[in-house]
């Protein structure tokens, strides 16, 4: 019996949680457990906890079910997704501190182990394809699948970041095989954009600017030109993945306002620099070709915050080969 399974059988409630900003693998993890604990465990208690989310994934089961707000319930059992520390819980955090035990799942190779259980699988390409082992194949559904797959679809870049290896593919056929509608998942929650989620990916591309003799790129978008579009973070998923296919870049920066003086980045490597080192000296994390963090200053300071690191790290690797 895996840890999940025996925390299962050992409780009669459980709060759900993942992280702030939740994208596609923390509402698959969260829902893909909601989900299975609701068919194979219904008489426990069982609610998630997420900020809100694009709506692009209301096809999720149990989207709609979703809770905003901490809400004085208390559960016995606290399971976390796809959250690397204690911070990224944000405000549900107290669900953990209330609770008698708990587990986190993830896959992050910062996770700081804050949960009294953890299953980390650092190699693994999101915290849905930990919880597919975490899971009893035979009680996954159609609606517990189409969770799993959307978190490992929207982690790998549709199967092709470097996280994505053979057991990736192996867990998705086995998904597949449940019956998801995976054109229509990939297409409606990955590519498909609305009008000013294409008009904010196009600006960002025409003023983005390369340094470092174009070996990185940068686009930072202002928090009165988010109010100009009408746009949030949310809206705002892909544009990194466009910079970091820029040719000869290998370091790709995309960031936004989130308060004066203050920026959410995004950071993407290509093959020499370690985008998770970077991160989590500014106090955030990830992985190491794919981090983000948030840095306070002007967007020339953290900039130039930024590049004194990736210049360090690419002249080490200089210096090694
Ligand atoms: P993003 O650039 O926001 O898409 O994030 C890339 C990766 O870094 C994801 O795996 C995130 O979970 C992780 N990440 C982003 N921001 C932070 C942060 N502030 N702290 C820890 N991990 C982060
Ligand atoms: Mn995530
Ligand atoms: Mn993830």
């Given at each position: 019996?895996t840890l999940l399974e025996q925390m299962l059988e050992n409780t009669d409630s459980a709060a759900i949680i993942g ?26 208690r069982a609610a998630v906890y997420l900020e809100e989310a694009s709506d692009k994934f209301a096809y999720l089961k ?33 669900y953990l501190e209330n609770a008698e035990t708990s587990l986190c799942i993830d896959h992050h190779i910062t996770n ?210």
């Amino acid at each position: 019996m895996t840890l999940l399974e025996q925390m299962l059988e050992n409780t009669d409630s459980a709060a759900i949680i993942g992280h702030v900003h939740p994208d596609g693998d923390c509402l698959g993890s969260t829902l893909g457990l909601y989900n299975y604990i609701r068919n194979c465990y219904p008489k426990i208690r069982a609610a998630v906890y997420l900020e809100e989310a694009s709506d692009k994934f209301a096809y999720l089961k149990g989207f709609g079910e979703i809770r905003h707000e901490p809400d004085g319930e208390s559960y016995r059992l606290c399971l976390c997704a796809d959250s690397s520390d204690r911070e990224r819980l944000g405000k549900f955090v107290c669900y953990l501190e209330n609770a008698e035990t708990s587990l986190c799942i993830d896959h992050h190779i910062t996770n700081t182990g804050y949960a009294a259980f953890q299953v980390v699988e650092p190699q693994a390409s999101s915290a849905c394809e930990v919880i597919f082992g975490q899971m009893d194949e035979s009680r996954i559904d159609k609606s517990i699948a189409e969770c799993l797959y959307t978190g490992i679809v929207h982690d790998t870049g549709v199967f092709k970041f470097s996280c994505t290896s053979p057991k990736t593919m192996e867990i998705a056929g086995k998904l597949m095989a449940k019956g998801v509608d995976f054109g229509n998942i990939i297409d409606g929650s990955f590519y498909r954009k609305t009008y000013v989620q294409n008009q904010i990916l196009g600006r960002a591309l025409l003023e983005s600017i390369t340094f470092l003799d174009g070996q990185c790129i940068f686009s930072a978008i202002r928090q009165n030109v988010m109010e100009l579009y009408g746009v949030s973070g949310k809206d705002m998923d892909g544009i990194i993945d466009q910079l970091r296919l820029t040719e000869g870049v290998e370091v790709a920066i995309f960031m936004y306002q989130t308060g004066p003086q203050e920026y959410k980045v995004s950071l993407r490597s290509q093959n020499k620099v370690d985008a998770s080192r970077i991160a989590a000296f500014f106090g955030g994390g990830g992985h190491v070709r794919a981090a983000g963090c948030t840095m306070s200053g002007s967007i020339h300071d953290v900039i130039n915050n930024l590049s004194l690191h990736i210049e360090k790290q690419l002249k080490e690797q200089g210096e090694e080969e």
